[in-house]
């Protein structure tokens, strides 16, 4: 059986929703590994496939601390020998890092539902972040919005901005465990519960792709 390692935080943007749902399709095995565990130096074990989700913590220019960038060593380590990485919000912000890109502050969080043109229309997924990526080095751009990195590739590494994963149940539980006003999340939900099919056969198709399986 196939094995997938998930690195994520215990208790918020942790769960897998649409990834979990393709991962058991696919058969893979997972291994969870959380961040308050994993220590520094940081190895990954062996796998087919290391999945890096969201966090509340930060890689971007002046606010990056010593476990992302213990992480982003790790990560540097883990895709320069050809292993698949699917970075997922703070997961791309890492990736983007590991490769020689930059993630900026921006003066507010944005929090909305779109689609991604990469150039087929994939989602639309939710986007939840106040970091940015600006650049990502030597790796190769699939999608941007308003001079934004939402989709990139180096090699068999993968950075994706939106929360592809996120179901509209998933989504509601992360804010509320990230506190935040049910005015500021609830218009996702329903924009998210209304576009179900699409975001999750859209999740479906990009990690066929990223991982080979098309």
Excluded at 51 to 63: H, P, Q, R, T, W
Excluded at 117 to 125: H, I, R, S
Excluded at 154 to 175: C, F, I, K, N
Excluded at 193 to 208: C, G, T, V, Y
């Amino acid at each position: 059986m196939k094995r997938a390692l998930v690195h994520s935080e215990t208790d918020i943007a942790h769960e897998l929703g649409y990834v979990g749902e393709w991962l058991d399709a696919n058969e893979y095995s997972v291994e969870r590994l959380y961040r308050d565990n994993t220590g520094s130096p940081i190895s990954f074990p062996p796998a087919d496939l290391l999945i890096n989700l969201g966090s509340l913590n930060s890689a971007a220019d002046g606010y990056t601390q010593t476990p992302a960038l213990a992480e982003i060593a790790a990560i540097k380590e883990w895709i320069n020998t050809g292993n698949t990485y699917i970075g997922i919000c703070y997961g791309a912000h890492l990736l983007a890092n590991a490769v020689g890109g930059r993630v900026e502050r921006q003066p507010s969080t944005l929090r909305t539902v779109e689609s991604v043109n990469t150039p087929e229309v994939l989602g639309p997924w939710v986007r939840w972040h106040e970091d940015f990526i600006i650049d990502v080095g030597s790796a190769r751009v699939h999608s941007r919005s308003n001079g934004v990195v939402l989709l990139f590739q180096s090699g068999s590494a993968w950075g994706v901005q939106p929360h592809l994963e996120l179901t509209p149940e998933t989504l509601t539980r992360m804010a509320a465990s990230a506190g935040t006003p049910p005015e500021h999340y609830l218009p996702l939900v329903e924009s998210l519960s209304s576009n179900q099919a699409e975001a999750r056969d859209s999740a479906f198709a990009l990690l066929d792709r990223m991982v080979g399986h098309s």
